[in-house]
């Protein structure tokens, strides 16, 4: 869902509907319900990961976060985001501008598209590039033939990474800059705007939380990517592994200590990207109600 459509601030002092307006047992029934559910499955396994990896002490935490191979998977995962996020904001801008402001031939199509990577597995989606660029699939033996490998590599792993993230940044960005209109951007160029000062001055400070969302969303996806991940990158150990498989070869290997320290960096960068994408949401959901009181004349 986008954050457009999730987020819509109750601007109106207009009583509540009777469906949602009565039984306060039920809506306390239901949030019970949620909170115990977010519990379950959310809280409770991440207080016991971080209850696991400090389990035996700061000294050996830090040791597991500093090992050679830890090192290696955590600089691979920060670059591999470093390249992806914007190589898919810079396409998600430039596809998000073309579906909202034109009407084209094959617009749906691109739409589906750009969606394939929500419906397809992350192990298909390896699988396919195994097939594209494997020593046995189409491009693979000519690749070889000019010494190019990219299976097996960090090449790899940062094509799967920004196939699986492309839709974040569009698919937040299309449904605001459609509710927008063209309106404003017309008018800046009736008056003599070029086309970048209309989108540097117009275009981007209206969908700047959108987008900023968006980049959030995608960079998490980014760094916690991993069954397309598993299948490309042949888990080499110091070379090709990234955060999500150091903590699986980790636990395979019985190294459970180290596995959860790796897991609980992991969990605090997730829960990094929470913050800001809730003041985001905040900052939105404010700007929104400021519109809604400006449009009503309050």
Same mark, same amino acid.
């Not at 960090?154 to 799967?160: D, G």
């Not at 160029?189 to 400070?205: E, M």
């Not at 609980?264 to 800001?276: D, F, N, Y």
């Given at each position: 869902m986008?954050i457009?459509? *999730?987020?819509?601030?109750?601007?109106?002092?207009?009583?509540?509907?009777?469906?949602?307006?009565e039984?306060?047992?039920?809506?306390?029934?239901?949030?019970?319900?949620?909170?115990g559910f +977010?519990?379950? #499955?959310l809280?409770?396994? $991440?207080v016991?990961?971080?209850?696991y990896?400090?389990?035996e002490?700061?000294?050996?935490?830090?040791?597991?976060?500093?090992?050679?191979?830890s090192? *290696? @998977?955590?600089?691979?995962?920060?670059?591999?985001? @470093? %390249? #992806?996020?914007p $190589?898919?904001?810079?396409?998600?801008?430039?596809?998000?501008?073309?579906?909202?402001?034109?009407?084209f031939?094959g617009?749906? #199509?691109?739409?589906?598209?750009i969606?394939l &990577?929500?419906? %397809?597995? &992350?192990?298909?989606?390896?699988?396919?590039? +195994?097939? $594209?660029?494997?020593?046995?699939?189409w491009?693979?033996?000519? !690749?070889s033939?000019?010494g190019?490998?990219?299976?097996?590599t960090?090449?790899?792993?940062?094509?799967?990474s920004a196939?699986?993230?492309? &839709?974040f940044?569009v698919?937040?960005?299309?449904?605001?800059?459609?509710?927008?209109g063209?309106e404003?951007?017309? *008018?800046a160029?009736?008056?003599?705007?070029?086309?970048?000062?209309?989108?540097?001055?117009?275009?981007? &400070?209206?969908i700047?939380w959108? !987008?900023?969302?968006g980049? %959030?969303?995608?960079?998490?996806r980014?760094?916690?990517?991993?069954?397309?991940?598993?299948?490309?990158?042949?888990?080499?150990?110091?070379?090709t592994?990234?955060?999500?498989l150091?903590i699986?070869?980790?636990?395979?290997?019985?190294?459970?200590?180290?596995?959860?320290?790796?897991a609980?960096?992991?969990?605090?960068?997730?829960?990094?990207?929470?913050?800001?994408k809730s003041? #985001?949401e905040w900052? %939105?959901a404010?700007?929104?109600?400021i @519109?809604?009181?400006?449009? *009503?004349?309050?």
């Open positions: 986008s457009a459509t *999730s987020i819509q601030p109750h601007a109106s002092s207009s009583p509540l509907p009777a469906a949602v307006g039984s306060a047992w039920v809506r306390r029934t239901l949030i019970a319900i949620a909170l +977010i519990s379950l #499955v809280l409770m396994p $991440l016991l990961v971080f209850t990896a400090f389990g002490g700061l000294q050996v935490y830090l040791a597991a976060i500093r090992e050679t191979d090192l *290696s @998977a955590i600089r691979l995962t920060l670059i591999t985001a @470093a %390249i #992806v996020v $190589l898919n904001t810079v396409f998600g801008v430039a596809a998000a501008w073309a579906i909202a402001k034109f009407d031939r617009k749906s #199509v691109l739409i589906t598209i969606d &990577p929500f419906a %397809i597995s &992350p192990v298909v989606v390896g699988m396919i590039f +195994i097939l $594209l660029f494997g020593a046995r699939g491009f693979g033996p000519t !690749l033939e000019w190019i490998q990219i299976i097996f960090p090449l790899a792993i940062i094509i799967v196939f699986g993230t492309m &839709p940044v698919r937040e960005l299309i449904p605001l800059m459609q509710a927008q063209t404003e951007e017309q *008018s160029l009736t008056l003599g705007a070029s086309g970048f000062q209309t989108f540097w001055r117009i275009t981007l &400070p209206n700047k959108g !987008l900023i969302y980049v %959030i969303l995608c960079n998490a980014a760094m916690g990517e991993f069954g397309s991940v598993y299948v490309v990158s042949g888990r080499i150990r110091g070379e592994n990234t955060m999500p150091h699986e070869v980790l636990y395979n290997d019985y190294m459970f200590t180290a596995s959860f320290a790796v609980s960096l992991l969990a605090m960068l997730a829960l990094v990207t929470l913050v800001v003041v #985001v900052k %939105i404010r700007d929104l109600a @519109a809604t009181r400006e449009s *009503s004349g309050e």
